[in-house]
Nanobody, 128 residues
Framework: QVQLVESGGGSVLAGGSVRLSCQVS????????MGWVRQYSGGGREGVAS???????IYADSVKGRFAVSIDNAKKTLYLQMSSLKAEDTAMYYC??????????????????????WGQGTQVTVSS
């Protein structure tokens, strides 16, 4: 059974930084698409960033130059380094994992916002 467990959220001042982590267990395939999706309190959802087994990344325009997604294969952990945070980055952040290629999960140049497997989410609140 695939399990994803996020950590690292919290409250931060605008302009600050936060790193989110997502520990993966139970996934045995060599190919994958992993990413971060945020859910706003008003109900909207946005794919933030994704990465595949080759290290190819996709970022939403809203976070380019501020966020960095990475993966430590040995630790089976996905990261999202968030810098220059803005109030509009406030959301619940979920990590996702899928066995399909990232390009197959989205028809646009944005990162996927749907995955087969999800973590429980971690809240990031940015105050000005």
């Amino acid at each position: 059974q695939v399990q994803l467990v996020e950590s690292g959220g919290g409250s931060v001042l605008a302009g600050g930084s936060v790193r989110l982590s997502c520990q993966v267990s139970g996934y045995t395939r060599d190919t994958f698409c992993m990413g971060w999706v945020r859910q706003y309190s008003g109900g909207g959802r946005e794919g933030v960033a994704s990465i595949d087994e080759e290290g190819s990344t996709i970022y939403a325009d809203s976070v380019k130059g501020r966020f960095a997604v990475s993966i430590d294969n040995a630790k089976k952990t996905l990261y999202l380094q968030m810098s220059s945070l803005k109030a509009e980055d406030t959301a619940m952040y979920y990590c996702g994992l899928d066995s399909f290629e990232c390009a197959a999960l989205t028809s646009e140049e944005d990162p996927p916002d749907e995955y087969d497997n999800w973590g429980q989410g971690t809240q990031v609140t940015v105050s000005s």
